[in-house]
């Protein structure tokens, strides 16, 4: 069965640089979910979209953007890159309001 | 604020052995998921429990849903090292928003 698929998988950058991750949701999921977690921490939640538009915001820093693309793939914009950014970024998709969520292997970001 | 408390925070034990993992609130749940998430990867869905009183298993693990939907448990029968992992509860708050409890991290020692 397919799965979420995020990418890339591992990424560093320096301080004050910006990355985009990416995040291609299980065919027919249209709600995508961000979460950041750090080591030893549980996943954090960040922002989701339904049908491409933001349905809900969490503890998103205002350096981060995100949106969801017609074809339902998501991608999480990140500037000014901070030390304290460096964590593991998952993606998860549902079906619909699902409370079921699917998460996809995560992108490693490390800063600099 | 509808909150998810897990117990125990950590839960070391010996293969073989028996243990039980607790997701409480104060607050009612239309359902509850618990997850497992193994270090570098992404929380797995284990199982949604949905009706109070629920009993629900998958192979050595048995998930109960409260009578009263406040609370769930998750039992492990005869522990093994793949059972390693970090343990999450998950579910719909009143304003419809996914909340996850802080889990509990479970090592298994052979």
């Given at each position: ?5 995020q ?106 | ?56 298993k ?14 769930s ?38």
């Amino acid at each position: 069965a397919a799965g979420v698929i995020q990418s890339p998988r591992h990424l560093i950058k320096e301080k004050r640089e910006t990355a985009t991750l990416k995040c291609y949701p299980i065919p027919r999921h249209d709600t995508v979910y961000w979460y950041q977690q750090g080591p030893g921490q549980d996943p954090q939640f960040l922002i989701s979209f339904y049908e491409k538009m933001q349905s809900d915001k969490g503890s998103i820093p205002d350096r981060f953007s995100a949106q969801q693309f017609s074809d339902y793939h998501s991608e999480l914009n990140m500037s000014s890159l901070e030390l304290g950014d460096s964590a593991l970024y998952f993606c998860a998709s549902s079906p619909g309001r699902n409370y079921e969520q699917y998460f996809g292997p995560g992108t490693r970001l490390t800063v600099t | 604020t509808q909150l998810l408390e897990q117990s125990p925070q950590f839960l070391s034990i010996q293969e073989g052995e028996n243990l039980t993992v607790y997701c409480n609130s104060s607050s009612v749940f239309s359902s509850l998921q618990w997850y497992r998430q193994e270090p570098g990867e992404g929380p797995v869905l284990l199982v949604t429990v949905v009706t109070g009183g629920e009993v629900k298993k998958l192979k050595r693990l048995t998930f109960q849903f409260g009578d009263a939907r406040k609370d769930s448990s998750l039992h492990i029968t005869a522990a093994q090292p793949g059972d390693t992992g970090l343990y999450l509860c998950a579910g719909p708050n009143r304003d419809d928003k996914i909340i996850f409890g802080k889990g509990t991290r479970l090592h298994i020692l052979p």
